[in-house]
């Protein structure tokens, strides 16, 4: 579920900033196979990531073990 800072009241959430959203809004209109063209920044990357890992860990009561051998080769 995705809410504004005032609404969400939780400790655990991601701030998308506006170049996040304008992708987000983009693929959302995109055709998959030019989803590719978008512009993105390595910040709207780092952002998406977060929101998704927050969004799977919050869907499944637990974090996926793939996502930390990630976050621990990211290191």
Known sequence: MF???RCSG???NVVLSP???QFLRGAARARPT???TLPWSVQVGRELEAAH???IST???KELKSMRVLKELQQ
């Open 19 to 21: 170049p996040s959203i």
């Open 3 to 5: 809410l504004c800072r």
């Open 34 to 36: 030019n989803l590719g």
């Open 59 to 61: 869907h499944l009561d």
């Open 53 to 55: 890992r927050l969004l």
């Open 10 to 12: 939780s400790t655990q």
